[in-house]
Nanobody
Framework: VQLQASGGGLVQAGGSLRLSCAAS????????MGWFRQAPGKEREFVAA????????FYADFVKGRFTISRDNAKNTVYLEMNSLKPEDTAVYSC????????????WGQGTQVTVSS
């Protein structure tokens, strides 16, 4: 599986961005999908994940109520809608896929830069 993230950019605080992650292959629906981020000088951290059917979603506390993860299995794509962005959301955002437990990521996509200005 190859993952291609897009949609990052520069936005002012309070603004919105929508990230997309397109996956290759025919087995997209069998993967739990999610997003991580890494800010300069910091460790990578979990942002959000969504189960195979899209019926369950999970979020880091710092994005609850602001970010929404969704997926379209027909388009092999997972999305991250980011609203009320803060300067501390500035990071490289990467998508990930896990066939089994979310504790073990099977595939990583390249990152897309999100920069939030104050």
């Amino acid at each position: 599986v190859q993952l291609q993230a897009s949609g990052g950019g520069l936005v002012q605080a309070g603004g919105s961005l929508r990230l997309s992650c397109a996956a290759s292959g025919r087995t997209f629906s069998t993967y739990v999908m999610g997003w991580f981020r890494q800010a300069p000088g910091k460790e990578r951290e979990f942002v959000a994940a969504i189960r195979r059917s899209g019926g369950s979603t999970f979020y880091a506390d710092f994005v609850k109520g602001r970010f929404t993860i969704s997926r379209d299995n027909a388009k092999n794509t997972v999305y991250l809608e980011m609203n009320s962005l803060k300067p501390e959301d500035t990071a490289v955002y990467s998508c990930a896929a896990a066939l089994g437990s979310w504790d073990q990521i099977d595939y990583w996509g390249q990152g897309t830069q999100v920069t939030v200005s104050s």
